[in-house]
Every structure is written in C-alpha cells, then in structure tokens.
C-alpha cells in the first residue's frame, strides 16, 4: 500500500500590530493619469492650432499662391511659388518699409524703455500720491488705440492742432507734421512711444519690486551715490527683465498698423510706410485687395520676429550656462 502526503502548508504570517496594511496594485492608474492629462492639455492644444497653427499656414499658403478675391471666394489660386516674395524684395518700397520699420522700431524702443524705466526708478521710492500717479500713467494703455491715434492726429495738426498752438507762443512757426515726409515719421514715433511708456513701467517697476532694498542699503553705507547705485546695482540686476521687456517690445512695434494708419495712413510719399503697413494697405488700404503680396510681406515680419526671438532665447541660455 502506498502512502502519499501532501505538502506541508506554508503558515502565513500575520501582520504587526500597528503596521499598515498591504495596498493593492491599482490596475489602469498609469492609463489614467494619462488621460487626465491629455484633458487638460487638449483645450491648450487646441487654441495652438486653431490660432496660431492654422492661420500660419493659411498665411503661407496665400504668399504662394496668386490670390484675388475672386480667387479666395472659390479656392481655384494659381500656384506661383515664390514669385511673390520676389516681386516684394524686388520693389522699390521694399527697401523704403525696411528702413522706416527700422526707423520706427528703433526710435521707439529706446525711448519707451529709458522714459519707463526712469519712470519706474522714480516709483520705486514710495511716497504720497505714487500709486494715483502709477495709475494715471497706464491710462494711454487703457484707450482704444482709435482713440489715441485720432488724438494724436488732431493735436499735431498743421492749421489747429495744440501743439503748433503751443510752438508759435515761443516764436515758432508752423510745423506740417503729417503732411510732410521730413516731420511725419517722427509725429509717428512720439505717438507710439507715449503708447508704449505704461507696458515698459509696468514690467520694470515689477522687476524693481524683487531687488531687495539691503543691497543698496549696504551700497550707501560704502559711499555710492543714487547715479552709481544705478549703474552698479539696478541696471546689471535688472538685465534679464530689461531683455523680456524690449522683445516684446520689438514684437509689438515691428505689427503696429493701427496708430500709423490713422495719423499718416503710410504717407505721405510713404514716408511712414512700414512692413506692417505695407502689408494692410496691400490687403485692406486699395479698392482690390491683393492678397497674395500681403500675406508674403507678413510672413517677412514673421521671419524678422523669430529671429530675434531665437537671439534672446539664446542669450538667455548662454547666460544661464555662465
């Protein structure tokens, strides 16, 4: 007779007293989290393609092809390559909008950023009535830019404008501000570096908030005055706020349409034409759209914006490295 035995069982041990019970393994957790995630991320995603995305290669596709408005309405465009981008660098305006989009561009941005942030040094010390007179300065921020550009053009006025009022009381005679190509980029660059002083305040003033006041205190206890506190201390801490603040700066100024078209509308003799404004007349300014011209001219600024957006990113990264 055969005798089996079965394996002897293996005694479970029972858990401590007070340790924790053993969790069981969530099944899906990782799948999940994942899906959360992509909620979240799809509204984000969605606004990307649907406002920046699509309208860029919208725009790339208009600069291709040879687009007029009976041709946008019914979608039949010839395709022409590059030929538009060669017909605009290849016009006696380009070479014009360059410089005066250099012109503008350049002459505002030193301007907004010195006025701003001797503005936000002078705010930095507080005292009674800064926080009205903070708010006061936003105001040109606050109006619609019709307001301020129909404002403009009517203080700078040739016949009866207040500022040639005001010139002729110190025996200066009448000034044709936007009627003459000598005087009419310069009533365009003084009305947007008014507009842009509260952006820059703003920004500057808030990077001002995180120097801490102990390190002046210490500069004054060995003997800097304001001026070197200013070199030595403001100016070199505030180097990375200063660069966000005048690339954006760039962005904004290099697309503004708005206040040139309603002071100059691009005149006269184009003396104010700029790539922004050239591009709008050429879609919008005329009595036959042409599309395909304006939508290469913007492109042209896209380009522009990049690369310095691409500068500033690497400077940053190289300062960051040191």
């Known amino acids: 007779?055969?005798?089996?035995?079965?394996?002897?069982?293996?005694?479970?041990?029972?858990?401590?007293?007070?340790?924790?019970?053993?969790?069981?393994?969530?099944?899906?957790?990782?799948?999940?989290?994942?899906?959360?995630?992509?909620?979240?991320?799809?509204?984000?995603?969605?606004?990307?393609?649907?406002?920046?995305?699509?309208?860029?290669?919208?725009?790339?596709?208009?600069?291709?092809?040879?687009?007029?408005?009976?041709?946008?309405?019914?979608?039949?465009?010839?395709?022409?390559?590059?030929?538009?981008?060669?017909?605009?660098?290849?016009?006696?305006?380009?070479?014009?909008?360059?410089?005066?989009?250099?012109?503008?561009?350049?002459?505002?941005?030193?301007?907004q950023y010195a006025i701003g942030l001797a503005l936000a040094v002078f705010f930095r010390n507080n005292f009674r009535l800064s926080g009205i007179l903070r708010a006061l300065f936003l105001v040109p921020w606050l109006l619609p830019l019709i307001v301020s550009g129909s404002t403009w053009a009517w203080m700078l006025n040739s016949d009866n404008g207040i500022v040639n009022s005001v010139l002729q009381t110190f025996g200066i005679g009448q000034i044709n501000w936007l009627t003459s190509p000598d005087t009419?980029?310069?009533?365009?660059?003084?009305?947007?570096?008014?507009?842009?002083?509260p952006f820059n305040l703003v920004i500057l003033y808030s990077g001002l908030q995180n120097i801490s006041a102990d390190v002046y205190e210490a500069a004054s206890l060995d003997g800097a005055g304001p001026w070197r506190q200013f070199w030595s201390i403001?100016?070199?801490?505030?180097?990375?706020?200063?660069?966000?603040?005048?690339?954006?700066?760039?962005?904004?100024?290099?697309?503004?349409?708005?206040?040139?078209?309603?002071?100059?509308?691009?005149?006269?003799?184009?003396?104010?034409?700029?790539?922004?404004?050239w591009s709008y007349r050429e879609a919008f300014g005329t009595g036959q759209p042409d599309l395909s011209p304006a939508a290469a001219v913007g492109n042209i600024l896209i380009v522009i914006a990049l690369i310095f957006g691409f500068i500033y990113l690497r400077m940053q990264r190289r300062q960051e490295n040191s």
């Open 1 to 111: 007779m055969t005798i089996s035995t079965a394996p002897a069982a293996t005694p479970t041990r029972a858990p401590a007293p007070g340790a924790p019970a053993p969790q069981k393994r969530r099944r899906g957790g990782a799948s999940g989290s994942r899906w959360v995630a992509a909620a979240f991320a799809a509204p984000l995603l969605v606004y990307l393609l649907a406002f920046y995305a699509y309208p860029l290669i919208r725009s790339i596709d208009l600069s291709i092809h040879d687009y007029n408005v009976r041709a946008f309405v019914q979608g039949n465009a010839e395709f022409v390559g590059l030929k538009n981008y060669i017909d605009v660098i290849s016009s006696p305006l380009f070479g014009q909008a360059i410089w005066n989009t250099v012109v503008f561009v350049v002459g505002s941005l030193i301007f």
């Open 184 to 197: 009419s980029m310069l009533a365009v660059v003084i009305a947007n570096i008014w507009l842009g002083i």
């Open 234 to 277: 403001t100016f070199p801490l505030l180097r990375p706020v200063s660069a966000i603040t005048l690339l954006l700066g760039l962005v904004y100024t290099l697309k503004v349409v708005d206040i040139i078209w309603i002071m100059t509308k691009g005149g006269p003799a184009n003396s104010t034409t700029t790539l922004a404004i």
